[in-house]
T-cell receptor, first 115, second 115 residues
Framework: KAGVTQTPRYLIKTRGQQVTLSCSPISGHRSVSWYQQTPGQGLQFLFEYFSETQRNKGNFPGRFSGRQFSNSRSEMNVSTLELGDSALYLC??????????????FGAGTRLSVL | AQSVSQHNHHVILSEAASLELGCNYSYGGTVNLFWYVQYPGQHLQLLLKYFSGDPLVKGIKGFEAEFIKSKFSFNLRKPSVQWSDTAEYFCAVNALTSGTYKYIFGTGTRLKVLA
């Protein structure tokens, strides 16, 4: 069974540009969550999608957005990139219909560098 | 606001030493508790979890954690570490927030085991 797949693995962008990251969850998983991982801050929750609906959102500015498609694949978009957006962006999928008890399975992440 | 604190940011141990990594959370309601591990170059993966029942939970690779409700703690332990335990360890809480469950992660503890 294939794991969570994130593409691309690495991205280099410049300030002001926008970027789209992709996540394909484990087959059958309908919940997809996104996290930003930075040294010293750990993992910070961005948002969670379930059946194409955003169910929960973290404390990030509106420049961070996402969506989920009918096949459960999810994309995350960051517009007007800032230097501070440089981070490892992780996607996690879950089988459970709620996050209450669902185990999350993480992808390898997309490392974004903003110059 | 809910938070998860991991007070040890870096830990260095020799092989066969005992390990205890601290995790405290601030949330008064029902929580589910997790420890995740990220080995160098690998995905974040679940080490162990607590939902209810016996507060001493056992995970993979000889790790265990004890939930002490009165102390809001969920410390990770291993009696004898190995060089292969070198990794970053994250404590996480899954709690009901504004009607939905979401994960809150600690900032991580980097463990280095010397051979």
């Amino acid at each position: 069974k294939a794991g969570v797949t994130q593409t691309p693995r690495y991205l280099i962008k410049t300030r002001g540009q926008q970027v789209t990251l992709s996540c394909s969850p484990i087959s059958g998983h309908r919940s997809v969550s996104w996290y930003q991982q930075t040294p010293g801050q750990g993992l910070q929750f961005l948002f969670e999608y379930f059946s194409e609906t955003q169910r929960n959102k973290g404390n990030f500015p509106g420049r961070f957005s996402g969506r989920q498609f009918s096949n459960s694949r999810s994309e995350m978009n960051v517009s007007t990139l800032e230097l501070g957006d440089s981070a490892l962006y992780l996607c996690a999928s879950s089988l459970a219909s709620t996050l209450q008890r669902g185990d999350q399975y993480f992808g390898a992440g997309t490392r974004l560098s903003v110059l | 606001a809910q938070s998860v604190s991991q007070h040890n940011h870096h830990v260095i141990l020799s092989e066969a030493a005992s390990l205890e990594l601290g995790c405290n959370y601030s949330y008064g309601g029902t929580v589910n508790l997790f420890w995740y591990v990220q080995y160098p170059g690998q995905h974040l993966q679940l080490l162990l979890k607590y939902f209810s029942g016996d507060p001493l939970v056992k995970g993979i690779k000889g790790f265990e954690a004890e939930f002490i409700k009165s102390k809001f703690s969920f410390n990770l332990r291993k009696p004898s570490v190995q060089w292969s335990d070198t990794a970053e360890y994250f404590c996480a809480v899954n709690a009901l927030t504004s009607g939905t469950y979401k994960y809150i992660f600690g900032t991580g503890t980097r463990l280095k085991v010397l051979a």
